[in-house]
Each structure stands twice: as C-alpha cells, then as structure tokens.
C-alpha cells in the first residue's frame, strides 16, 4: 500500500511550508497599508499625467457643492467638460476639491477650450487638472499669437 501517512517525514514538511506559506499571506494581507481612495486617485492622475494622450476639449460647466449637498465633511467641486476621440462624444467630470492649491474653479472659463489627457486603451479615464499640470486655458487659443511686425507702405525702389 502506497498511501501517505502523517508519520512520513516528507508529508510533514511539505504540510509545515505550506502552513507557513498560508500563514504569511495571511500576515501579509492583514499587516500592509491600505491605499486610500485619495491616494488611488492621486496615482491615476500621475499615470494620465505621464502616459495620457492631451487632446482639446470644452469646459461646460463647474460645479460647486456644499457639504450639506454633497455629504462629503469638504464638499464637491467638479470641472464638468467634454472631448471627442475618433467620432464619439465624451462629457466627463473630474472632482477637483483636493486639488484647491493648483486650480481655482471660479477662474475656469465656461465654453472655452481646454486640454485634456486620456488614456489611448480607456478614454473615458481623463483629466484636465493634476498636481503638474493644467489643461485650462486663460485664452480661447492655446498658443499666443504674435502680430507679425508692420511693413512700411513706401515702395522699395526696383534696380
């Protein structure tokens, strides 16, 4: 008869590691620190802000909720905005109340063009603020246009 047996030497120590094994894991799960949603938030931005795609969008609208409304201790502030990738149409919103120190949603221009990252595999995933960078703009043209400088109307004389 070839059948394992507790007292076999082998059996034991492949059932002590793979106690071992299980008890780490469990260890390891219940003792590691647990990502805030914040945090996970802050890393999708820093991930758009390095790979993301920049496109140009619309802003339609901000939005500004009292704790009262929003039931959240600091209230809501979102940039609600729109962009449109190979034909089909997103309007999006992005909260931007911890983001108060880069961005005053009170000088974001309604209907102005904006920039927007996304992801190329899931552009619903976007954004137009993050802690380096910015796709509002002060101006409707993203890059200032410089007048070309006046020629004289005297005709040059041909020789």
Request: overall charge positive.
């Amino acid at each position: 008869m070839s059948g394992l047996s507790l007292r076999d030497p082998q059996v034991v120590g492949i059932l002590a590691a793979a106690g071992l094994c299980l008890g780490g894991m469990v260890a390891y799960y219940s003792l590691r620190k647990k990502v805030s949603e914040d945090e996970l938030e802050r890393l999708r931005r820093e991930a758009l802000v390095k790979a993301g795609r920049i496109i140009d969008g619309t802003i339609l609208d901000i939005s500004d909720l009292s704790p009262e409304e929003s039931g959240r201790p600091d209230g809501l502030r979102l940039i609600l905005y729109k962009y449109e990738i190979a034909g089909v149409s997103y309007e999006c919103s992005q909260d931007v109340t911890r983001l108060g120190d880069y961005v005053n949603i009170y000088e974001a221009r309604l209907s102005f063009p904006c920039s927007v990252r996304y992801d190329p595999h899931r552009p619903v995933n976007s954004i137009v603020v993050a802690e380096g960078w910015s796709g509002l703009r002060d101006t409707a043209n993203s890059i200032p246009i410089r007048r070309a400088p006046r020629r004289s109307r005297i005709p040059t004389p041909y020789l």
